[in-house]
């Protein structure tokens, strides 16, 4: 615990950081995706021609848009913190606007397409997406992969925390390097 | 501690963490964790992944956190007979805010670093006042020298982090501040001066009034060396409370995503993260108690050496770690038990109009 065990320049401590803020945001792409995919099943008993059921083909859009840029933000940010694992530098910021702007244009209309073109439906859809879909029924699968997702977020932010506090404070001892007979030991006591 | 974070190869818990991670994921594959009695989607695959994720981060911080906890007893009980362990019951009680293991209490800030730096100014003046004619070299040279300076550069850091403070809306702690590092510097070099100081009997010859001077600064000088070790003592409870909240929240989403589907083995993955809790719960109870009943932190806790009344940390810690969890599995088992415990809910909730 008193020992220098990092570089000088803190290259491995970044690197932690890093790959926890990569973890962080895999994470979150993932429980949204799942979430996204099973909230824009399409279903049979759904009109979805525009113009005879107008306010649900809204609501559907609308939604849409929404999941589109929250996916396009999520993975935007899920590579601008696997570049430097890649040694690319992080984006500037006109062209991770550009590029977020391509991202959102292509989840879009993934998502779309998913929603409105015509796969075959099998009942387990149906039934997977009545049960999703009422989270207090006890039935919902979404339920218990939010409470894991949001569990290991916790883990993964509360492990950022002890990393930023082994590294700003941990690592300053108020004990001498040099042993001599009374403070013998206390330097190099723990780990 | 900085095995987690340094990425520090020690086989024994290294060892233990590969066999015991592997083991407990393939004996749950085996129970059927995880499986329904529908047919199986994606999402049961994405549940298995989370649910190796969190065993994997819960195994990992509670390795960390039984490590450290015996390191930090053994270091603990070393400076309770050390020439410092006296010390430690000068400190102020206010000090010992931080050295538990409960969540609630906050690290120190970066204002208080300023008692820090008063107690510099009062060594500095404490030896300037001293009337050193006629001292032999080595007694000139085994007092703390460059004083001035090591004020002034303290002082300076301070002064400055202070003023950033003043423009941040949030409150600064100490523990990441520049200050902070230099205060453990100067108590280093304290340090090395006091140990020359107990062990080499220089001001043996002196007479009798200098010496005593002599003696209180040196007496101010281990206040000053006392108190940075307890500020790094908060800093290493710090980490073990951020590993009891990795800990904590991982048990209790576990128990939650168990209890939030029926999952063909549901009662085998109840009991389970039942067991984990009443194991957390005994281990941080367990730790807990040793740290409270530790003769430093009794110290630090303690009035200039009266003990300090009722301890109402310790009750806390008692009531959220010990009998809510035990309560709970109780009600969990014994359905009628717990409609007769939480019977005072439904109203309470209905009178407040929720």
């Not at chain 1, 840029?69 to 570049?83: D, G």
């Not at chain 1, 387990?124 to 979404?142: K, V």
Request: proline share 5%.
């Amino acid at each position: 615990m008193f020992e220098e065990v990092e570089s000088a320049d803190g290259t491995r401590a970044r690197m932690i950081q890093k790959g926890v803020f990569l973890a962080y945001f895999g994470l979150l792409l993932a429980v949204y995706s799942l979430i996204a995919e099973i909230i824009l099943i399409p279903l049979p008993y759904v009109d979805i021609d525009f113009l005879s059921d107008f306010s649900v083909s809204i609501a559907t859009a609308l939604m849409c848009v929404v999941m589109s840029v929250t996916m396009a933000a999520l993975f935007h940010s899920f590579h601008q913190s696997l570049r430097p694992f890649l040694s690319k530098p992080i984006a500037t910021r006109n062209v991770s606007i550009a590029y977020f702007v391509f991202l959102t244009a292509v989840f879009g209309t993934v998502l779309l397409l998913y929603r409105y073109m015509p796969f075959p439906i099998f009942p387990r859809d149906i039934m997977l997406y009545e049960r999703a879909t009422r989270l207090g029924s006890s039935l919902s699968p979404i339920l218990p992969v939010f409470f894991l997702g949001f569990g290991v977020a916790i883990w993964l932010l509360s492990f950022l925390k002890r990393a930023q506090l082994t590294r700003y404070a941990i690592r300053h001892s108020p004990y001498p390097a040099v042993a001599c007979a009374s403070g013998q030991g206390f330097f190099n006591f723990i780990i | 501690m900085r095995a987690p974070y340094s990425l520090a190869w020690r086989i024994g818990p290294a060892l233990v963490m590969m066999v015991a991670v592997p083991a407990i994921l393939l004996s749950t594959w085996w129970a059927g964790f995880f499986k329904t009695l529908e047919m199986e989607t994606h999402l049961n695959w994405s549940q298995w992944v989370f649910f190796s994720l969190l065993i994997a981060g819960l195994c990992w911080s509670a390795r960390d956190f039984l490590i450290i906890q015996y390191y930090l007893l053994r270091l603990l009980r070393k400076l309770a007979f050390h020439h410092l362990g006296s010390v430690f019951e000068q400190l102020p009680p206010k000090s010992s805010r931080g050295l538990s293991t409960s969540l609630i209490d906050s690290p120190p800030t970066l204002v208080e670093l300023q008692e820090s730096h008063e107690q510099m100014i009062q060594i500095r003046d404490k030896f300037e006042s001293i009337d050193k004619s006629g001292w032999k070299t080595c007694q000139l040279k085994a007092l703390p020298q460059d004083l001035n300076e090591r004020v002034v550069l303290v002082g300076d850091s301070l002064n400055t982090e202070l003023k950033k403070a003043g423009s941040n809306p949030f409150r600064l702690w100490a523990l990441p501040s520049e200050t902070h590092k230099k205060l453990c510097e100067q108590s280093a070099y304290f340090f090395e001066v006091l140990c020359h100081y107990w062990e080499d009997g220089t001001y043996h010859g002196l007479p009798a009034g200098t010496k005593a001077a002599v003696a209180e600064g040196f007496q101010m000088c281990e206040r000053f060396v006392a108190f940075q070790i307890v500020a790094y003592l908060n800093a290493v409870f710090m980490y073990l409370r951020y590993l009891i909240v990795c800990i904590v929240s991982a048990i209790f989403f576990l128990l939650l995503a168990t209890s939030s589907y029926p999952y063909a083995k549901q009662n085998l993955m109840m009991n389970f993260a039942w067991t984990l809790v009443l194991i957390f719960s005994s281990i941080h109870l367990y730790s807990f108690l040793n740290f409270n009943r530790n003769e430093i932190i009794q110290a630090i806790r303690s009035d200039k050496g009266r003990p300090g009344g009722v301890n109402r940390l310790m009750i806390s810690q008692f009531v959220v770690f010990g009998a809510l969890p035990a309560v709970a599995f109780l009600a969990s088992k014994f359905p009628s038990l717990g409609r007769l415990l939480f019977a005072w809910v439904g109203p309470i909730v209905k009178s407040l109009n929720l």
